[in-house]
Every structure is written in C-alpha cells, then in structure tokens.
C-alpha cells in the first residue's frame, strides 16, 4: 500500500484509485504561470485553480478525507515551487502562493509586488494547509447543486461557448440544458472565467465581468505562503 503522507506519493496514489481526479492533479500541478499586470489580482486572475475535482470525487470516495486533502494541496504546492524558478519573478520579486476557501478550496499565485495581498475581500488568515482544508470535511458537494454535483464538466461548458461563439447567454445555456445564472455560476466556481473571455475575445466580443459572482458573506479563510526572490 502507498503511503499517503508523502508528497511525491499522492499522485500515484491516486492514479490506482481514480484516474480522473489524478489528470485533474497532475494538470493543475503543472499549470503554467502568467504574471503580467501591475496588480497581483491580474495574477491571480489567470493563476488561480478551484479544486472542484477534489470535491466532487470526495462525494464518491471515502479514502479522500482530510489527510489526503492535505497531501493534494502540498503535491501542487511543491510542483509549483520548483516550476516557478523558471519565471523571471523568481529572481526579481519572488511570490506569494495561495490556498483559500470558496465554493471549493482554491490554490493560487501571484508574483510579489508593492500592494502585497491581492484580494479585496477582509481574510481570516491561517497557519496551515490543514486548516483551510478541515473547512471541507463533512461537506457534500452535491449539496451545492441540483444533480449529483456537476454533471457538466469544465471542458464541454467550454466547447460549448467555442461552438456557440463566445455565448455565455441562453444560447450556450440552452445547449447545455441548463438556466444562464446556472452556467454563469458554473464558471467561477469551476475557475474557468479567464478562458470563457478568452473564446469571448476570439469572437470579438466584450469580456464578462464575473468578479461579484458568488457573493459570500461568511468569513472567507486564507493560507498565504511567501516564497522570497531567489529561495533555495
């Protein structure tokens, strides 16, 4: 049996339980980065990844429980730090990595710059991996939908957009067999914006602002890691 409280183990690990959650770790693990902007929430923008993946398949198994949850996070978390030697920020500004609460927990990145924290909302920051992650145990993410979580996966919405040319309205919707504030709703929590108004922009149309969607009034839990200039 593997052992789970490796870092380096966790994705074989889940390859032989469920390789679907494993392409979705692996993807996000060696995401590209893009640190244009003089505003870190322009990083975050394009950088960040709701683990969206690990929430649904946690409803269908139950070896994902919190010490797993742990492991997923600190597996992108170390693939992240060594990729990120390879952007220019590394040797002149350095980073902050994120993990925070929404919809599901999200994982994100943006270079340091002069403003420091990117986000608007007021965060109750944390010390650990853990106790972002602790949020999670004990929800069902099928509770946050009317289906058995989603059952429209991020890349057909896409393709769906593409064929409709840039729709995000009732023609991609109805395609989709669902109502638009359901699709609306589905990109951001399934952390798609950035490339939704990118297909918007190939067909010339205006980008969509997604920014007051969800809407959340309890305490939002952060876990911010600095990685200084040039760290070892």
Not at 61 to 76: A, C, K, S
Not at 186 to 210: C, E, H, M, S
Request: aromatic share 14%; with cysteine; net charge positive.
């Amino acid at each position: 049996r593997q052992n789970r409280g490796g870092i380096m183990d966790v994705l074989k690990y889940t390859q032989t339980r469920c390789p679907e959650l494993a392409g979705f770790l692996a993807a996000t693990a060696s995401a590209s980065f893009n640190f244009d902007g003089d505003h870190p929430l322009d990083h975050s923008s394009y950088n960040h990844t709701h683990l969206w993946a690990l929430e649904y398949w946690a409803d269908h198994h139950q070896w994902i429980d919190l010490e797993y949850r742990i492991n997923f996070v600190n597996y992108i978390f170390d693939c992240w730090r060594k990729n990120l030697r390879g952007y220019p920020s590394y040797k002149t500004r350095g980073y902050r990595v994120y993990l925070y609460e929404d919809l599901a927990p999200t994982v994100s990145v943006v270079a340091e710059t002069r403003i420091g924290f990117p986000y608007d909302q007021e965060p109750a920051f944390v010390t650990s991996v853990r106790d972002v992650m602790a949020l999670y145990v004990g929800r069902s993410w099928r509770d946050n939908w009317s289906d058995d979580g989603w059952a429209i996966n991020p890349d057909t919405i896409l393709k769906t957009i593409e064929r409709k040319k840039g729709s995000i309205g009732k023609p991609a919707a109805d395609a989709l067999g669902i109502k638009v504030g359901e699709l609306r709703k589905l990109i951001v929590n399934t952390g798609i914006d950035y490339q939704a108004n990118k297909i918007r922009k190939k067909y010339k149309r205006r980008p969509a602002d997604f920014s007051n969607e969800p809407d959340y009034d309890t305490t939002w839990t952060v876990f911010e890691r600095r990685l200084p200039r040039g760290y070892k």
